[in-house]
């Protein structure tokens, strides 16, 4: 679903990104709905803020209000 939600030149190769997940101040969220991956979110949680880096929903879901739904619940946080 990375891959191919994003243009090349946003995203972090392999090695890179698994270098950032090693930072605690990075995370990744795999949004599921019933056991069926919908989404990813990355993020950096900075103290004062939080910066969203990627956030992608499934392509076959787009459109449905997913999106809407998943930064409602994520600025609960």
């Known amino acids: 679903m990375y891959s191919t939600s994003f243009p090349l030149f946003e995203q ?3 090695e ?5 997940l090693q930072d ?3 995370y990744c ?4 709905e019933s056991e069926s991956l919908i ?4 993020y950096w ?3 004062e803020f939080v910066y969203i880096e990627h956030f992608a929903i499934s392509s076959n879901l787009r ?5 809407s739904k998943v930064i409602k619940e ?3 946080i």
């Open 12 to 14: 972090r190769n392999l």
């Open 16 to 20: 890179d990104q698994v270098l950032a």
């Open 24 to 26: 605690e101040k990075y």
């Open 29 to 32: 969220m795999a949004l599921c």
């Open 39 to 42: 989404g990813l979110l990355f």
């Open 45 to 47: 949680d900075l103290g």
């Open 63 to 67: 459109g449905k209000s997913y999106g």
């Open 74 to 76: 994520f600025c609960k």
